[in-house]
C-alpha cells in the first residue's frame, strides 16, 4: 500500500500537544528550505521541552533575526554574547535556556573567528555537565564556515551518554554531515524539490528513502514528515493555523 495512503496525520497542536515526546539525550534534525518555519517549529518544540533541569543553549550565527529576539522573550531564555554567561538575574533559579549571540562586527574573518571561539566554548561545556539541549541554528554554517564539525560530531556521537542532545537545522539536506541523519532520533524534513537532496535520506536508515521522498515531494508549504526512528514512526504534521 502507498505510504502516503497510511500514513497519519496531525495539526500542528495536536503534534505538539499529545505526540512530542522527548527524553535527553536524543538528537533532532530540521530539514527544509528557507522560509518554511523550521526556526517557529523549532521553538514550539523547544518551548515543550527546555526546563532549568533541561535547559537549551541556541547558538546563533546571525547578526539579526527577527523571529529569534521574538522567541527569546516569549520563552525567558537569557540572551548572552558569550560562555559561560553572566549569572542569571534571578537569584534562586535558573534559565530554562540561553540565546548565544556573539556580537558581530561585520568583518567576516573576525565574526567567523569569534563565533567559532564562543560556540566552541558552549558546546564542550554542554558535553562536559550533561543534560542540555544544544541547537545549532544552521548545521552547514557551523560545521564548515566556523570549523566545529569535530565538536558537532563529538556531541551527535557521545553526547546521548551524558544526556546532550544535539538540534540542528540547515536548508540543504545534502550538505548537512551525516550524522545529522544517522544519530537523530527525530527528524523534521518540509518540501524538498531538489532530487539530490533528497538522496540524501537513505542516510537515515532504518526506513525506505523512495517512500520518504515521495512523501516530502507531495508536502504542501509549511507542512512536515515526522519520522522518530525508534519505531520509526511516520506522521505528517499539516500546516499552523492561518499558513
Given at each position: 500500500?502507498?505510504?502516503?495512503?497510511?500514513?497519519?496525520?496531525?495539526?500542528?497542536?495536536?503534534?505538539?500537544?499529545?505526540?512530542?515526546?522527548?527524553?535527553?539525550?536524543?538528537?533532532?534534525?530540521?530539514?527544509?528550505?528557507?522560509?518554511?518555519?523550521?526556526?517557529?517549529?523549532?521553538?514550539?518544540?523547544?518551548?515543550?521541552?527546555?526546563?532549568?533541569?533541561?535547559?537549551?543553549?541556541?547558538?546563533?550565527?546571525?547578526?539579526?533575526?527577527?523571529?529569534?529576539?521574538?522567541?527569546?522573550?516569549?520563552?525567558?531564555?537569557?540572551?548572552?554574547?558569550d560562555?559561560?554567561?553572566?549569572?542569571?538575574?534571578?537569584?534562586?533559579?535558573?534559565?530554562?535556556?540561553?540565546?548565544?549571540?556573539?556580537?558581530?562586527?561585520?568583518?567576516?574573518?573576525?565574526?567567523?573567528?569569534?563565533?567559532?571561539?564562543?560556540?566552541?566554548?558552549?558546546?564542550?561545556?554542554?558535553?562536559?555537565?550533561?543534560?542540555?539541549?544544544?541547537?545549532?541554528?544552521?548545521?552547514?554554517?557551523?560545521?564548515?564556515?566556523?570549523d566545529?564539525?569535530?565538536?558537532?560530531?563529538?556531541?551527535?556521537?557521545?553526547?546521548?551518554?551524558?544526556?546532550?542532545?544535539?538540534?540542528?537545522?540547515?536548508?540543504?539536506?545534502?550538505?548537512?554531515?551525516?550524522?545529522?541523519?544517522?544519530?537523530?532520533?527525530?527528524?523534521?524534513?518540509?518540501?524538498?524539490?531538489?532530487?539530490?537532496?533528497?538522496?540524501?535520506?537513505?542516510?537515515?536508515?532504518g526506513?525506505?528513502?523512495?517512500?520518504?521522498?515521495?512523501?516530502?515531494?507531495?508536502?504542501?508549504?509549511?507542512?512536515?514528515?515526522?519520522?522518530?526512528?525508534?519505531?520509526?514512526?511516520?506522521?505528517?504534521?499539516?500546516?499552523?493555523?492561518?499558513?
Open positions: 500500500m502507498d505510504l502516503q495512503l497510511r500514513l497519519p496525520e496531525f495539526d500542528r497542536e495536536e503534534f505538539l500537544s499529545e505526540r512530542w515526546n522527548y527524553a535527553p539525550g536524543e538528537h533532532v534534525t530540521f530539514l527544509a528550505p528557507t522560509q518554511t518555519g523550521k526556526t517557529t517549529l523549532k521553538f514550539q518544540l523547544l518551548q515543550r521541552t527546555a526546563t532549568p533541569k533541561l535547559p537549551a543553549i541556541v547558538l546563533v550565527m546571525k547578526p539579526r533575526d527577527a523571529v529569534v529576539d521574538e522567541w527569546q522573550k516569549r520563552l525567558k531564555f537569557q540572551r548572552t554574547e560562555w559561560p554567561p553572566v549569572a542569571w538575574k534571578r537569584k534562586f533559579s535558573n534559565p530554562p535556556g540561553w540565546m548565544v549571540k556573539p556580537r558581530h562586527r561585520f568583518d567576516p574573518t573576525v565574526d567567523d573567528a569569534q563565533l567559532r571561539r564562543v560556540f566552541r566554548k558552549a558546546m564542550l561545556a554542554a558535553y562536559k555537565v550533561g543534560d542540555r539541549i544544544v541547537d545549532v541554528d544552521e548545521m552547514y554554517g557551523v560545521a564548515n564556515e566556523l566545529l564539525d569535530s565538536e558537532m560530531n563529538t556531541l551527535w556521537s557521545r553526547g546521548a551518554s551524558m544526556g546532550c542532545g544535539q538540534w540542528g537545522g540547515s536548508q540543504r539536506p545534502r550538505n548537512v554531515p551525516l550524522y545529522a541523519y544517522s544519530q537523530a532520533q527525530h527528524l523534521f524534513l518540509g518540501y524538498t524539490p531538489d532530487k539530490a537532496d533528497r538522496e540524501r535520506f537513505r542516510d537515515i536508515g526506513i525506505d528513502a523512495m517512500d520518504v521522498s515521495d512523501v516530502v515531494m507531495d508536502l504542501d508549504d509549511h507542512e512536515w514528515l515526522y519520522i522518530n526512528r525508534s519505531g520509526p514512526r511516520l506522521c505528517r504534521i499539516r500546516a499552523a493555523e492561518g499558513k
